[in-house]
């Protein structure tokens, strides 16, 4: 008579099934719609933002490999913005990715996907860099993407460029 007691006790608890309710799984839908809600705006100013840095960045080292260039040259070299077509390209140096192609950076194109808004550099949208890394005029380079926008400023003296 002891065992008969233990055996029903252990069919029960096997009888017992665990798993999620109905009612439990609504809820964790609407959790997780109520956080995608929120931080979706959010993450898509975040990569708004950081193209837009990237851009900048890159125009930044271009704009220093082209007077470091023109001063390893002992010569004059450009880079010209086109703002137009969102691109900007250094005449006289070879793209490194695209054989015998110039050197030219469409900033629309991944993984940037920015624009370039303008490029004022002295009265037009090129500076060149004299022998001696000097600029033929300082001034700025507008790029953005969505509703962000960073400035790239070239230093009219030293020819150095920054982002503020």
């Given at each position: 008579m002891w065992i008969a007691p233990v055996v029903k006790r252990q069919r029960a608890e096997n009888d017992h099934r665990t798993g999620f309710?109905?009612?439990?799984?609504?809820?964790?839908?609407?959790?997780?719609?109520?956080?995608?809600?929120?931080?979706?705006?959010?993450?898509?100013?975040?990569?708004?933002?950081?193209?837009?840095?990237?851009?900048?960045?890159?125009?930044?080292?271009?704009?220093?490999?082209?007077?470091?260039?023109?001063?390893?040259?002992?010569?004059?070299?450009?880079?010209?913005?086109?703002?137009?077509?969102?691109?900007?390209s250094i005449p006289g140096l070879l793209d490194i990715n695209q054989s015998g192609q110039s050197y030219t950076v469409v900033l629309t194109a991944s993984p940037y996907n920015a624009s370039l808004v303008s490029a004022a550099l002295g009265g037009d949208t090129e500076v060149q860099f004299d022998r001696y890394g000097q600029p033929d005029s300082g001034g700025t380079i507008t790029v953005a993407s969505g509703g962000y926008q960073t400035t790239v400023t070239i230093h009219p003296n030293t020819g150095k460029a920054s982002i503020p």
């Open positions: 309710t109905l009612v439990e799984l609504v809820v964790v839908i609407l959790i997780i719609g109520v956080l995608t809600t929120v931080a979706g705006p959010e993450f898509a100013s975040s990569l708004h933002r950081m193209r837009a840095e990237a851009a900048a960045k890159r125009i930044k080292v271009d704009l220093g490999y082209a007077r470091q260039t023109a001063i390893a040259q002992s010569g004059p070299l450009s880079v010209s913005f086109t703002p137009a077509s969102d691109e900007y």
